[in-house]
């Protein structure tokens, strides 16, 4: 059952995939520019809930009608631009990256991409993003998610509670409700919060909560104040997209501004309402909106290709861009959308299973295919196959949940084994991402030495008892909760085990030059060496005070901007780009460091250190690759594959560490 028609939505609709095209290109002052995903979420809300209360209201609601409805919405395109991205990429793509967007197919055929890309990319923003070319049906599975669950939900509060004033205290509560949990989840775990549904679900109710305003609200207010209201939504939503960044924190409570900004348009906007009306139900406004859908189908795998294909997206190429999404997006509008409204009269089983389950079958068995043939490696070489495969090797998706499980209660022993398989446990691994990467080094040397570990590591915690670290976040000083809890959980539950050895990784050459810690009520400034030196000499005299063999390793060269497919790139478009790092930079970066290592060994007699620059660096160079196997999934860490050759050859070279007669288990 169809609502009234509001071209003002459409010119919102607009305005959103206008955001996020233009920050997906990289143009200046659309920094803040993803806020348009939040837009669409306040937009699709609204106008779902106001479906359901039309329909449920004069009992014409099924559950068919309302999930046929979403098919012969969302199918066509979707479907459709999943088969030309899949085209394109089985040409182009290499092996593992082939079989890495079989793997997003698959996901986002049944609409977990949210999941995938959670899993697999990490953040939003992170390594590997721009060039995964269904990085943005993400948004389109936390509105398919909401859409399960939301009419089930409906329904109940219709039953339990009759009165529209009722029903909207109870969305209020759940709106706020939601966004604690939106914004805990933005500071504790910003990858899982920006993708998942719980902690977007709040921007889809505040759409939801409009429905129920009372009836006078519009009415109530003369049109200055109208207009001046809506002029504010729109300045909130002009505001995120300009002063907004990757580093905010985000969802939480930041997406209030431009979820309440589209709130206040959706509210207080009309057709004949200056300055806002204008802009947002112009011809061209309302006709973009229109297509608004399929452009943001379109958009980004266009731009995710360019990104593979290393084409920089200058002016040019970008109004190219911009040009290609509308064109095509116009012509899925005619079509495809248009013709498949026609279906609205066929049955809701013969709509879902030709629409949804047919395609998504076909979809889900090629990709299974891709998959199985190992993404069809003979249309490359076996060089650009290997580094390819290296590249695509991330230890945080090979280690799984060991790295980013709960804070306080990470996954157990058996979960994340290292080495062999056998009943004790003689390494455990602790520390920040940098620990993780090197999962893959120390799997290969306890492995060799017969030795079993155990994987507690977790991004941005180094391994520092008693110890409290803080970010800055533009001009605030934000407490990194998650980092004391670990450690809290590491000192208390783990050490007083006594393993035999204890291994310590981290970007502890970064930590020492700014990082923010503080040890108990030490008044020294959050950014003093020495107090980071005391905190990193109490762990390890605690790890030694439990019977452990403290293990420090000591860190890899870090490089100054993405280097893991340079190599890669030199090989396969002809380039002649410089991938090393000279050696006098890395031995200036990592000089403090040093001295601080040097004292630490001095004092511990049983401290051991793993310095794996003895495997990638040279007299004259840090290399990024070694042997055609590239080692780096970024400027920083190693990829997987890199990791578990740096084992090796320091196996080769310098001997098993784990494998010191004065410190060997019994």
């Given amino acids: 059952m169809a609502i009234a028609y509001r071209p003002e939505i459409d010119g919102l609709r607009f305005l959103a995939v206008a955001l996020v095209i233009l920050h997906h290109l990289g143009i200046p002052g659309f920094n803040g520019g993803f806020v348009g995903v939040d837009v669409f979420f306040v937009i699709s809300g609204y106008l779902i809930t106001s479906i359901l209360v039309k329909e449920v209201s004069s009992s014409a609601f099924s559950f068919g009608g309302f999930y046929r409805r979403r098919v012969i919405r969302l199918a066509p395109a979707y479907f459709l631009v999943l088969l030309a991205s899949g085209v394109l ?55 398919e998610q909401f859409y399960l669950f939301w009419p089930v939900g409906f329904l109940v509060l219709v039953r339990l509670f009759p009165s529209r004033l009722s029903i909207s205290a109870v969305i209020v509560l759940m709106l706020i409700a939601t966004v604690m949990v939106s914004q805990y989840g933005a500071l504790n775990y910003p990858a899982a919060a920006y993708y998942l549904m719980p902690t977007r ?95 943001y189908l379109w958009h980004w795998p266009i731009i995710a290709f ?64 891709i998959i199985a043939k190992g993404g069809l490696p003979v249309r490359f070489s076996e060089d650009l196959n290997r580094r390819a495969a290296a590249v695509m090797s991330h230890a945080d998706a090979e280690r799984g949940r060991c790295n980013e499980g709960p804070v306080s209660a990470p996954l157990p022993e058996y979960d994340c084994v290292l080495g062999v398989r056998k009943s004790d446990v003689d390494i455990l691994l602790v520390g920040d991402s940098h620990a993780n990467h090197f999962s893959g080094m120390i799997d290969v040397l306890a492995r060799e030495a017969g030795l079993r570990g155990y994987d507690v590591t977790q991004s941005n915690s180094v391994f520092l008892m008693n110890t409290d670290r803080y970010y800055k976040q533009g001009n605030e000083l934000v407490h990194h909760a998650s980092f004391r809890k670990r450690n ?161 050859q320091y196996l080769k070279h310098f001997g098993n560490p784990f494998r010191n007669e004065m410190a060997a288990p019994d």
């Fill in 488 to 648: 809290d959980y590491i000192a208390t539950e783990l050490l007083p085990r006594g393993y035999h050895y204890v291994v310590l990784g981290a970007s502890y050459a970064g930590h020492i030059n700014g990082g923010l810690f503080t040890l108990g009520e030490d008044e020294r400034g959050m950014a003093d060496d020495s107090l980071f030196h005391d905190s990193l000499r109490e762990t390890i005299k605690a790890v030694v005070s439990y019977g452990s063999v403290p293990v420090l390793i000591k860190g890899n060269p870090t490089f100054e901007s993405d280097i893991s497919r340079c190599t890669l790139n030199n090989h396969r478009f002809g380039l002649d780009a410089d991938c090393n790092l000279v050696r006098s930079e890395f031995d200036s970066r990592f000089s403090a460091w040093n001295k601080m290592v040097d004292s630490l060994e001095a004092e511990f007699d049983t401290l051991m250190v793993i310095d794996p620059s003895r495997v990638i660096c040279d007299d004259d160079y840090c290399y990024s690759e070694i042997d055609g196997l590239p080692l780096y999934k970024d400027g920083n860490h190693l990829n997987y594959m890199g990791s578990e050759f740096v084992g090796e």
């Fill in 306 to 369: 360019l990104n593979i294909h290393l084409i920089e997206i200058t002016p040019s190429i970008a109004m190219a861009v911009i040009s290609a999404a509308l064109v095509l997006s116009w012509l899925t509008y005619q079509f495809l959308e248009l013709p498949a409204r026609h279906f609205r009269s066929r049955s809701s089983s013969c709509v879902i299973m030709a629409g949804f389950v047919l395609p998504a079958a076909v979809f889900t068995l090629i990709a299974y295919v």
């Fill in 201 to 295: 679900a709040f921007e889809l109710l505040i759409g939801a909560a409009l429905v129920f305003l009372p009836s006078f609200t519009l009415g109530g207010y003369s049109r200055y104040v109208r207009m001046v209201l809506s002029a504010m939504g729109l300045g909130l939503i002009a505001y995120s997209s300009i002063f907004f960044d990757k580093s905010i924190w985000f969802p939480g409570l930041n997406a209030l501004i431009p979820c309440i900004g589209t709130a206040l348009i959706i509210l207080f906007a009309r057709e004949g309402l200056p300055i806002v009306g204008p802009l947002l139900t112009n011809r061209f406004s309302v006709a973009i909106g229109k297509i608004s859908y399929p452009a």
């Fill in 89 to 143: 990429a089985c040409f182009t793509l290499l092996p593992a990256e082939l079989v890495q967007f079989a793997k997003s197919t698959i996901y986002s055929t049944f609409f977990a991409a949210n999941f995938f890309m959670w899993d697999a990319v990490g953040g939003y923003f992170g390594s590997g993003a721009d060039t995964t070319p269904l990085l943005h049906l993400w948004s389109l599975a936390v509105e």
